[in-house]
């Protein structure tokens, strides 16, 4: 009887792990830039690990008025403030998993100063017993502006008086001499920064005639509005307008008598390109 050789092999599996252990890693790369006085947040946010998370500045400056604070859940550090100085500041970030592992992330952050200024550079003239408007207008900072006269004289009859946003300071009422005034504006910010700006107003003579222009309508599509030129000789000019002129009609109630003038109209459209000078016309003021 023959016997039967039974052979066992032993079989070894070595079995991969399934998953690896996930580290703490900080995801946010970069922090948006500030402004001096005006309210700052951002925050800086981590993932992986287990929590709680320990953050730290481990290099580097915050700007100051900046503080930070993990937040209830440990996955964040919130930066919150005011800040108080224009600059730019880098620092390092670190975070501390609950098993050890460490992650940084290095930042720059800029805090651009928050200033106050006045944007308007010139007024127009004005005429003696004729009803004057304009604004002298201001942004940055934050508001109320405080406004004020600081130097030189108004044209006798004129008020200023900010408006009720206070970002503008306006000048009305109606010019009760001729002459040439000068004077200097000043606007603070509710954070103390001061911005000043002079100007100088030509209050013309009552006048005895006034100049009545008209002309055709351009043809373009997209004709924003005129300008008026006027000059003494048909070569030399200055715009009188203060304004794009809507309609294709005009008054000039700022000429002098015994005097004689040219007058050219362009068209402009609503990319602010200005066409070439129309034919001159010439009045005469008695």
């Keep these: 009887m023959k016997s039967k050789l039974w052979l066992c092999a032993l079989l070894l599996i070595a079995f991969e792990p399934l998953c690896t252990a996930s580290v703490v890693s900080i995801t946010t790369t970069s922090l948006p830039d500030g402004t001096v006085d005006a309210s700052y947040s951002a925050d800086i946010q ?29 996955t964040s550090l919130d930066l919150t403030g005011t800040p108080l100085q224009a600059g730019t500041y880098l620092f390092t970030v670190s975070v501390t998993g609950c098993g050890g592992h460490v ?7 800029v805090i651009q100063p928050f200033v106050v200024s006045i944007t308007t ?9 004729t009803s004057y408007s304009a604004a002298i207008q201001a942004s ?11 130097s030189g004289t108004l044209p006798a009859g004129l008020t200023v008086t900010p408006s009720s946003a206070t ?13 040439t005034y000068s004077f200097t504006v000043s606007v603070t910010g509710c954070g103390g920064h001061v911005s000043t700006m002079s100007y100088e107003i030509v209050i013309d003579g009552a006048v005895s005639y006034t100049v009545d222009l008209s002309w055709n309508a351009s043809t373009s599509t997209d004709v924003a509005g005129y300008n008026i030129y006027r000059g003494p000789d048909g070569v030399t000019w200055s715009k009188i307008n203060a304004e794009l002129v809507a309609p294709t009609l005009y008054t000039d109630a700022t000429v002098a008598d015994n005097m004689t003038y040219y007058y050219a109209v362009t068209a402009v ?11 001159a016309v010439k009045a005469v003021i008695p």
């Design 167 to 179: 970002t503008s300071l306006d000048l009305t009422g109606t010019p009760l001499q001729a002459g």
């Design 121 to 129: 550079t010139t007024l127009p003239n004005g005429t003696v017993d």
């Design 140 to 150: 940055g900072g934050c508001t109320p502006y405080k406004w004020a006269v600081t």
């Design 46 to 74: 981590a993932s992986g690990g287990c929590t709680p998370y320990k953050w730290a500045v481990v290099s580097g400056t915050l700007p100051a008025g900046i503080t930070v604070t993990p937040s209830s859940a440990t």
């Design 103 to 109: 992650s940084t992330v290095s930042y720059e952050v």
């Design 269 to 279: 459209d609503t990319c602010s390109n200005e066409s070439a000078k129309s034919p």
